[in-house]
């Protein structure tokens, strides 16, 4: 019965696999997110997400002479904040 405790001793939240399962992967939250993964996360298609960012409704990163935008989360939480609404 000791070995069993010994081992459960060792199984820590320093322990990757479990870290894994617990969904703890990096300590460090994501920033930025693509269009497609923040379509994802906001539960819309890209072609939402785009004429979002081209209503000037949810701003975007992107930098001067590229192509690609990128999506803050924080930007993101506050557009779902200010569109939350009572259904009755």
Avoid: C
């Avoid at 000037?56 to 939480?77: A, C, N, Q, S, T």
């Amino acid at each position: 019965m000791q070995l069993q405790f010994s081992y459960m001793a060792k199984k820590t939240l320093t322990d990757k696999t479990f870290q894994k399962a617990r969904g703890i992967d990096s300590p460090l939250r994501k920033r930025l997110f693509t269009l497609k993964e923040a379509a994802v996360y906001l539960g819309r298609s890209e072609w939402s997400m785009r004429n979002l960012a081209w209503s000037h409704k949810i701003p975007v990163v992107k930098e001067e002479e590229g192509r690609k935008i990128y999506f803050d989360i924080v930007d993101l939480d506050k557009y779902i904040s200010n569109h939350k609404a009572a259904y009755v």
